[in-house]
Nanobody, 128 residues
Framework: EVQLQASGGGLVQAGGSLRLSCAAS????????IGWFRQAPGKEREGVSC????????YSADSVKGRFTISSDNAKNTVYLQMNRLKPEDTAVYFC?????????????????????WGKGTQVTVSS
């Protein structure tokens, strides 16, 4: 059974940092890309970052580029999202999902044939 477990959210002041973790199980970690997504109240879900463990490639949306870094520990089947210089507009529920990919326009999305799994979200709240 494919499972994705996100953790690490919390309350932080603007300018602070958090590190989210996404523990994956039930599939071959190297075969699929894992991404982070977020959804703020009243807004559409937004793709944040995508990581491919097979070649180490990463992609981050313009809204977080330079502040958020996606990485992995393949030995632990875990993908991380290091979030620095957090802003109040980063407040959202953050989800990890597989299989992520990036459209030509830079939109991060998830879900390919036979591989569309989402973990439960973790709340990130940034106070001003």
């Amino acid at each position: 059974e494919v499972q994705l477990q996100a953790s690490g959210g919390g309350l932080v002041q603007a300018g602070g940092s958090l590190r989210l973790s996404c523990a994956a199980s039930g599939f071959t970690f190297d075969d699929y890309a894992i991404g982070w997504f977020r959804q703020a109240p009243g807004k559409e879900r937004e793709g944040v970052s995508c990581f491919s463990s097979s070649d180490g490639s990463t992609y981050s949306a313009d809204s977080v580029k330079g502040r958020f870094t996606i990485s992995s520990d393949n030995a632990k089947n875990t993908v991380y999202l290091q979030m620095n210089r957090l802003k109040p507009e980063d407040t959202a529920v953050y989800f990890c999902a597989t299989d992520c990919f990036v459209f030509e326009d830079g939109t991060v999305a998830a879900g390919t044939d036979g591989m569309d799994y989402w973990g439960k979200g973790t709340q990130v709240t940034v106070s001003s």
